[in-house]
């Protein structure tokens, strides 16, 4: 199982940002992928969640603004983040959920990160 995560980057904030994660060694379409961050000196955050049916889930700080999205097909997974705020500042892991829902910590597979950083 690999997960590799791209398209992080600086920006202002109320700025945009896309990030990819494309998956590989598994049948990506059977399993459900979240988005996970950490912020330096803190702990992991879940972000979002999807189905591999495609049904979606945000924590409550980023609802409205950041949209998950999966391409079985590419077997890819995506998060659209617009309205960025500093406090979104994180290194960003795709993970694999394994039946884990929104903890975080029962997830069995993750990405390197990318790092997104929101400063003006």
């Known amino acids: 199982v690999q997960l590799v995560e791209s398209g992080g980057g600086m920006v202002q904030p109320g700025g945009s940002l896309r990030l990819s994660c494309a998956a590989s060694?598994?049948?990506?379409?059977?399993?459900?992928m979240s988005w996970v961050r950490q912020a330096p000196g803190k702990g992991p955050e879940w972000v979002s969640g999807i189905t591999g049916g495609g049904s979606t889930y945000y924590a409550d700080s980023v609802k409205g603004r950041f949209t998950i999205s999966r391409d079985n097909a590419k077997t890819t997974l995506y998060l659209q983040m617009n309205n960025l705020k500093p406090e979104d500042t994180a290194l960003y892991y795709c993970?694999?959920?394994?039946?884990?829902?929104?903890?975080?910590?029962?997830?069995?597979?993750w990405g390197q990160g990318t790092q997104v950083t929101v400063s003006s």
């Open positions: 993970a694999r959920d394994n039946g884990g829902g929104t903890s975080w910590a029962e997830y069995d597979y």
């Open positions: 060694g598994f049948t990506f379409s059977s399993y459900a």
